[in-house]
């Protein structure tokens, strides 16, 4: 019931018996941890971080936050191929 109530899409398992909502960009920053100044390919992207991340997680959310980032304008997109575009990381996610 908890679970229902919460207005976040992200649930990671935690300690592999808690289930933990987590807002939406959660994930942003590392992320952009991964982005390179060269474009590269959104599918090579998501597998390098899934490949290194502890965290399982859809592909499919992975390519949602990314088009969001591109759309706050944190990250250049050209077709199928994403780079920085920020100028630093803290742009990404900015503290208010």
Do not use: C
């Amino acid at each position: 019931m908890r679970l229902a109530s919460e207005s976040k899409n992200l649930r990671l398992l935690e300690g592999g018996k808690k289930i933990a909502q987590r807002p939406d960009d959660y994930l942003d920053q590392a992320l952009y941890n991964f982005l390179q100044p060269a474009f590269q390919k959104i599918t090579r992207l998501t597998h390098q971080y899934l490949a290194r991340s502890s965290e399982k997680i859809n592909e499919s959310f992975l390519v949602w936050r990314l088009k969001k980032m591109v759309s706050s304008g944190a990250v250049e997109q050209q077709g199928e191929m994403v780079r920085t575009f920020a100028k630093s990381a803290d742009e990404v996610n900015p503290q208010d």
